[in-house]
Structure formats: structure tokens, C-alpha cells
């Protein structure tokens, strides 16, 4: 499939992204320097993709241990 899906592709596919389940109906998966990451369309790295790290909830500024 490419980048840029058909109409086909589209019917054939959910809307929601498999990782965050947000409406996302060109999501994919791309190979990047041999990683498999989950995109929403094709160019957004998904929030929840845990190869470059998921973004999981915020963590404070400037808290000192």
C-alpha cells in the first residue's frame, strides 16, 4: 500500500489508529533506519508508538529530587 491510500483502501481499513485509537483513517506503519513505527498519515509519529518512546502522561518542569 502506499503512502497516499485509495478509496479501497480506506473501506477496507478502521478509522481508529490501532495504538491510541484516536480517528486516524491513514494510519500506518513505516519502516524508519529499520524500526516498524506507527504514523497517522503517514508523516505523525502516533502518540502511543513505543519505539521512540510513548508520550504516557506529563511529567512536571523544574522539579528538583
Known amino acids: 500500500m ?3 491510500p485509495s478509496v479501497l483502501d480506506l473501506l477496507d481499513r478502521p478509522a481508529a489508529c490501532p495504538g491510541c485509537r ?3 483513517p491513514r494510519w500506518a506503519w513505516v519502516s524508519i533506519d529499520g524500526l ?3 504514523t497517522h498519515d503517514g508523516d505523525v ?3 502511543v508508538d513505543r519505539t521512540f518512546g510513548a508520550l504516557l502522561g506529563v511529567e512536571p518542569v ?4
Do not use: N
Open 2 to 4: 502506499s503512502l497516499r
Open 22 to 24: 484516536t480517528h486516524a
Open 36 to 38: 516498524r513505527v506507527l
Open 45 to 47: 509519529i502516533c502518540p
Open 62 to 65: 523544574g522539579v528538583a529530587a
